[in-house]
């Protein structure tokens, strides 16, 4: 019986280890994944800031617009022509009126160059623009059949031509229309009754209701800044832009039938082309009064934005997506040198430290990227953290050569990150096959490890 009692309790201390080991690796990996989990408390707290800086950003190019001028739409001409509008009143006698009608080109061309600059305020710089454009085009005689008005209450006499614009204080000279060889001033009008919230007005006085069509043609000179729009608001419209800023980006209603950029030389910019009818939009060519507003047509509107190239916040932000990834991926390297060394033992505070070092490159890739650019920034602030880990890790790891293989495997994560944030349309698709491998690879190193096994090996060494 003392016998059978002895092996018994032989047994019973042989397991009671094991079990505790077992627990002891579990519960350090949950205690891993917490910290990780927590570490996405100060990752937040620097997306946070990101976006305090992007916004910050957009303010400031709110200032520059404001002093040099504001994305330019030129919308028009539109020819304006008042009749009589009959009606009888509260004593049965008739009155009229003098409501307005509208019309649009028979066909219009303009021919834009957009001349580029750079604005800097503080750290931020702002792409703007010195615009200047030819419009011209013709109109057929107006037809006041389809609203079964008379040409003899037509106020011919007091028609006039409309220019719609989005800033009015940013053109650089006097402005005139050439109407039927006639030269006319444009005047700046602030309320054009429902049309256009600013515009410019050229008093024709007079049109021949016997001549079959009518030529115009003007000159605008406008500062702007980030994009440039027209709205296509002839029968057949053709439109052409001309600029020195290399990195357009085209959007719209109607996008550019032929586009081309050029990278580098004196011929450096872009070139675009845009043509549209009538029945590609959805504005009539004549109207009467509030029928349509300035929101209808701009809708309708061609348009053309100066990006700058290198969007520093964005960037940033598509790299912070990927910190928590980062972060477990490293603290898993450790692990797995725990796992095949029994002589490695890494602290929590350690795990810790490591992380928070991680969360400093986004902080580092924020501030320098606004001095220095972002490509520089992340070169700079991805070394800097694969020194310091490496480092560390000499004292963690109890060997050189194993902190260099950390420090190795760090910067492969930081190159991958790289390769992913520079493939915009097919990030989705390398970073799972980056996934997979980095997976697989992980499965291929421990498929010999006896998991049950280990941790009592660790307690017998």
Not at 209 to 229: E, H, M, N, V
């Amino acid at each position: 019986m003392e016998a059978n009692h002895s092996q018994i309790t032989d047994s019973t201390t042989k397991k009671s280890p094991t079990w505790d080991s077992r627990l002891m690796l579990v519960g350090k990996m949950f205690l891993i994944g917490f910290l990780a989990l927590l570490l996405g408390i100060p990752l937040l707290f620097i997306q946070f800031m990101v976006s305090e800086r992007q916004d910050r950003q957009v303010e400031v190019s709110r200032e520059i617009a404001a002093t040099w001028g504001r994305e330019q739409t030129i919308m028009g001409p539109v020819l304006v022509i008042p009749y009589k509008k009959y009606y009888r009143d509260e004593d049965n006698i008739d009155r009229y009126s003098v409501s307005l009608s509208y019309f649009l080109p028979e066909n219009l061309q303009m021919t834009s160059n957009l001349k580029s600059q750079l604005r800097q305020r503080s750290i931020f710089e702002v792409p703007v623009y010195e615009s200047l454009s030819e419009v011209s085009g013709s109109f057929k005689k107006p037809d006041f059949s389809q609203w079964a008005i008379s040409e003899q209450d037509v106020l011919w006499d007091q028609a006039y031509i409309l220019l719609g614009l989005s800033e009015i204080k940013n053109l650089q000279n006097k402005n005139y229309l050439d109407w039927n060889g006639k030269k006319i001033e444009f005047r700046p009008l602030r309320d054009s009754k429902g049309l256009f919230d600013k515009a410019l007005r050229a008093q024709i006085n007079y049109i021949d209701p016997l001549q079959s069509s009518f030529s115009f043609k003007t000159k605008l000179s406008l500062t702007g800044s980030l994009a440039f729009s027209m709205a296509p608001l002839g029968e057949e419209t053709h439109l052409k832009v001309r600029s020195d800023w290399r990195h357009p980006n085209f959007s719209g209603s109607i996008l550019p039938v032929s586009r081309q950029i050029i990278d580098e030389g004196p011929e450096s910019g872009f070139t675009a082309e845009w043509k549209a009818m009538a029945s590609n939009r959805g504005l009539p060519l004549q109207w009467l009064q509030r029928e349509l507003h300035e929101s209808n047509i701009r809708q309708e509107a061609f348009s053309v934005a100066l990006v700058n190239p290198v969007n520093n916040y964005r960037l940033t932000t598509r790299s912070n997506k990927y910190s928590m990834l980062f972060v477990s991926l490293t603290f898993l390297t450790f692990f797995l040198f725990e796992i095949f060394n029994k002589k490695v033992k890494v602290h929590p505070i350690q795990y810790l430290f490591v992380g928070f070092s991680l969360c400093i490159f986004y902080l580092l890739l924020l501030s320098l990227s606004e001095v220095i650019g972002f490509n520089y920034a992340y070169l700079n602030a991805a070394a800097a953290i694969v020194i310091l880990i490496t480092f560390y890790s000499v004292r963690m790891l109890k060997s050189i050569w194993k902190a260099l293989v950390m420090g190795a495997a760090l910067s492969g994560l930081y190159l991958c990150l790289y390769i992913l944030l520079q493939l915009e349309d097919y990030a989705l698709l390398a970073g799972s096959i980056g996934l997979f491998a980095i997976l697989a690879s992980i499965m291929l190193v421990t498929r010999k490890v006896d998991w049950y096994r280990l941790s009592v090996e660790k307690d017998e060494g």
